[in-house]
């Protein structure tokens, strides 16, 4: 490969709060054995160095020696412009559909603030990504969950009928759809994104649709952006992007919303601006441009193929090994959902004795729970494969054990 995708990085003290949050007091994560270090497999971001041109486009603009305000760059538009198309197959995308967000769980917020009021019911599915909790509940809206189904060939699967009940008995009028679903991992088919907007439609029910994971799909999948299934569709979705979780420039700060509906835009524009600190920085701005150059997309698809073997590896090693513990392979993302119910049942073990075997050697999984899984274990699989291979090792050896 082009990039490097092998290299251990030493994180620790680098601002990194997947190593240096374990151990501290209160944290919920605490230190492993003497004798193990850290494997961070928990928080969702990647333990990759970043494309090249991240760094080059930061050390070139901060050479220049004044930072003052600024405006986003008719580059920044266009880029965000081609990455769309070429990614998505976006086209009719301009400038004055795309709008900046300090990250999307704040666009979510303000989005919120437009469509609802306090107090209101939103529908989101469960399994449910924690910050929607933590946004919605802190903001004073009451979660209506709509349960995730699994076939007979383990597959996610949006329960449409549970859905539409759901929407009609609580009044629902704003609904967030997680596109790919996190933390299943589920990539939506066209057919069933279509399904699920025309019940929107049918309900009049406006979406907020997150799909900062478009990009990060294993080998044979594809995105249908939420806006691209019918006219309606365009017209009553707010969606949110970044180049955060596909680059890992969490920590750079910077998303954006595309909103075809100029009422709705105009709203979340206003909504966004009344705190004053919803605004780019300049340096999160060339990190977005540096990002999405031609290496970027050569990137992208090299990671794509690590993470589809970090998957596979994972799968199959979980399958052969951890009798009892089940999980539905990820068509995107980088996080695994054990469920580990049947293995706890087998072992008479709770699922904290089983977090807490983990984090003793230095695997530092995460607690399912607080996504509405009740007996499972979130695991982040974005590191070389090498310490992705060496989890998996003491997870054998002194964790799922007879």
């Given amino acids: 490969m082009k990039y490097d995708f092998t290299s251990i990085l030493d994180r620790k003290g680098r601002d990194a709060i997947a190593i240096d949050l374990v151990g501290v007091p209160g944290s919920g994560y605490p230190a492993p054995r003497e004798g193990f270090d850290v494997i961070p497999m928990w928080v969702a971001d990647m333990n990759f160095p970043v494309v090249p041109t991240v760094q080059e486009a930061m050390i070139q603009r901060a050479k220049h020696p004044a930072f003052g305000y600024f405006m986003p760059t008719e580059e920044y538009f266009d880029s965000i412009i081609r990455w769309q198309e070429r990614h998505n197959g976006v086209t009719g995308l301009t ?11 704040g666009g979510v917020a303000s989005a919120l603030s437009v469509l609802c009021s306090k ?27 709509s349960q995730l189904v699994q076939d007979e060939a383990g597959i996610w699967r949006m329960d449409f009928a549970d859905m539409e009940k759901k929407i009609v008995e609580n009044k629902i009028h704003a609904a967030i759809f997680c596109s790919p679903h996190n933390p299943t991992g589920r990539v939506w088919e066209k057919w069933e994104v279509e399904q699920a907007m025309e019940l929107y439609r049918k309900h009049d029910v406006t979406v907020i649709s997150d799909e900062i994971w478009s990009d990060l799909l294993l080998t044979g999948y594809s995105h249908t952006p939420t806006q691209s299934v019918s006219e309606d569709a365009k017209m009553r979705t707010i969606a949110f992007y970044a180049p955060s979780k596909t680059f890992n420039l969490a920590g750079l700060v910077g998303s954006y919303h595309i909103i075809y509906n100029k009422a709705l ?21 060339h990190a977005l441009l540096g990002a999405y150059r031609p290496d970027g997309y050569e990137w992208v698809e090299e990671l794509r193929q690590v993470i589809t073997g970090n998957v596979e590896f994972a799968c199959d090693y979980i399958e052969k090994h951890f009798d009892g513990v089940r ?8 996080m695994l959902f054990l469920d580990c119910a049947e293995w706890c049942d087998n072992h008479g073990k709770t699922i904290d004795e089983l977090l807490k075997a983990g ?5 530092v999984w995460q607690d399912g729970r607080a996504f509405h899984g009740k007996t499972h274990i979130r695991m982040n699989l974005a590191l070389p494969l090498t310490q992705v291979q060496e989890a998996f090792r003491r997870l054998d050896e002194f964790v799922f054990i007879a």
Avoid at 98 to 105: A, K, P, R
Avoid at 327 to 334: A, I, L
């Fill in 95 to 105: 400038k004055d559909h795309i709008g900046y967000e300090n990250g999307v769980l």
């Fill in 119 to 145: 107090g209101d019911n939103v529908l989101v599915h469960a399994p449910t990504y924690v910050g929607f909790t933590g946004t919605l509940t802190n903001n004073g809206y009451r979660i209506v969950h």
């Fill in 265 to 285: 835009k105009d709203r979340m524009d206003k909504e966004g601006s009344l705190s004053h600190y919803n605004s780019m920085n300049v340096m999160s701005m």
């Fill in 327 to 334: 999980v539905s392979k990820p068509q995107g993302t980088y």
């Fill in 359 to 363: 984090w003793d050697v230095g695997v």
